[in-house]
């Protein structure tokens, strides 16, 4: 059963609580200029272990122009590609090895899941036009006041982190796509977007697209295994696209690496766009070489901003990534990608 509330809120952090305690959370007090709200991230697993975090300094992705849109304040979401939801996976938010387990609270600066989240808080704090959006559950009014930080009615949003690929448990019922919580803080001032994105270690990177259950155990890619592999995260990867062309008719291309040793078959594997249209693949990749592919309809990569995923055979997402409007601004340029 996915998240009852998911949400989003939009404000000025202006108090905050450093996680501690049998049940830590990160606290931070958002006011929308009229009312306020109680952010409560998870900074440590209820069974006690390290929570995995990714950090995204710049944050490119075309959800941040959406964001703009809304007005400050608490928003419900449709759990539904197309609107401000986030999802890890199809949304082509992270790659399942750039999170990194960290400890709540640890000696010495900069490396524990407290500083992390903190030092965006506290900049954002210091910066009167800097906004947070907070993705999650959303609770309350109450009627009694709220416990960290008094404020009446208490109310706020909670499960700031990923929400699906949680195995059989109590954990489980929460499963679903498109519902996922994470922090996205803007610095208007220095035109810059930045991201805290959470993830449990219990959670699998890969989920169905319905149920958001899991389908591969959670488990670090074996990069010796393949092929036959079980995670297949990375070992094709989309690192450069070609969406705005000057030729006539227009052309629009996607570069494909084979990062391991060995020949990759492509052969019912797919390659997707932002809106899910599918095209197939062919040919085989040689070890460490490129391919480049045509891309034909119906598949169609906007100059507005979008999403290229790859897909293999059984279904599973192997690689994806995203571009803003901004990336395919200028034609003829191919668009580079890192991840």
């Known amino acids: 059963m996915p998240l009852k509330n998911y949400s989003m809120l939009k404000g000025r952090p202006i108090n905050n609580r450093l996680g501690s305690g049998a049940n830590p959370h990160y606290q931070v007090l958002v006011s929308d200029g009229e009312d306020q709200y109680r952010i409560a991230v998870n900074v440590e697993s209820s069974d006690g272990s390290e929570v995995e975090f990714l950090v995204r300094t710049r944050f490119d992705h075309p959800i941040t122009q959406q964001l703009l849109e809304y007005d400050d304040g608490l928003h419900r979401l449709p759990s539904a590609p197309g609107g401000a939801a986030l999802d890890f996976i199809r949304a082509n938010l992270a790659q399942p090895w750039e999170f990194k387990p960290l400890p709540l609270s640890a000696p010495g600066p900069d490396n524990d899941l407290n500083e992390k989240v903190d030092a965006f808080v506290q900049r954002a704090m210091a910066d009167e036009g800097a906004m947070i959006y907070a993705f999650g559950e959303s609770w309350g009014p109450e009627t009694k006041a709220d416990k960290i930080f008094g404020f009446r009615p208490g109310r706020g949003i909670h499960d700031i982190h990923f929400n699906q690929g949680n195995p059989p448990g109590r954990f489980a019922e929460s499963n679903g796509p498109w519902q996922d919580g994470g922090l996205i803080f803007h610095f208007p001032r220095s035109s810059q977007w930045s991201a805290v994105f959470l993830k449990f270690q219990t959670q699998s990177w890969h989920s169905d697209d319905r149920s958001g259950e899991p389908i591969v155990p959670p488990q670090t890619p074996d990069?010796?295994?393949?092929?036959?592999?079980?995670?297949?995260?990375?070992?094709?990867?989309?690192?450069?696209?070609?969406?705005?062309?000057?030729?006539?008719?227009?052309?629009?291309?996607?570069?494909?690496?084979?990062?391991?040793?060995v020949p990759v078959d492509l052969s019912g594997w797919t390659l997707r766009d932002k809106n899910k249209n599918a095209m197939p693949l062919s040919n085989a990749i040689a070890p460490g070489a490129t391919l480049v592919v045509n891309v034909a309809a119906p598949v169609s990569l906007s100059n507005r901003g979008g999403l290229v995923t790859l897909v293999d055979g059984n279904g599973v997402k192997v690689h994806g990534v995203s571009y803003t409007r901004e990336q395919a601004r200028q034609p003829g340029r191919t668009i580079p990608f890192q991840q």
């Open 223 to 261: 990069r010796d295994r393949i092929p036959p592999f079980d995670a297949p995260d990375g070992l094709v990867r989309i690192v450069a696209a070609l969406v705005n062309d000057v030729n006539s008719p227009e052309r629009e291309m996607v570069t494909l690496l084979n990062t391991s040793d």
